[in-house]
């Protein structure tokens, strides 16, 4: 379970690696990689619009993106009002063979 506010280098680690697999950083892509926090799509998008603008590309070392996302007034507001995922979800299978969901939203 994640505890922690997203921070700079968790969003530097997450346009690192989509940026080595793939050639630009969308806010479809970042939500899957940012699976532990709840972003509205909206501010996802606008996460996109800002690493566009910084000029943040595949040939940064995710240090360097980590450093030009933390200069960035924008990014860092849009990081403070991004919340962690509290969710848990515990599947059991009982002797018959029966699955048993329990799902808690925190």
Do not use: F
Not at 10 to 21: E, K
Not at 92 to 103: A, D, F, K, P, S
């Amino acid at each position: 379970m994640i505890s922690e506010a997203i921070s700079a280098g968790i969003l530097a680690n997450a346009a690192y690696q989509i940026l080595t697999s793939s050639l630009k950083v969308t806010a479809n892509s970042l939500k899957g990689k940012l699976s532990d926090w709840i972003i509205p799509s909206e501010t996802l998008h606008c996460i996109e619009t800002q690493i566009e603008r910084l000029g943040i590309d595949g040939d940064m070392s995710e240090s360097a993106i980590e450093r030009k996302l933390s200069t960035s007034t924008e990014i860092i507001n849009l990081l403070k009002t991004i919340q962690p995922n509290n969710s848990t979800t515990i599947v059991q299978t009982n002797v018959r063979g029966t699955n048993i969901g329990i799902q808690n939203n925190k």
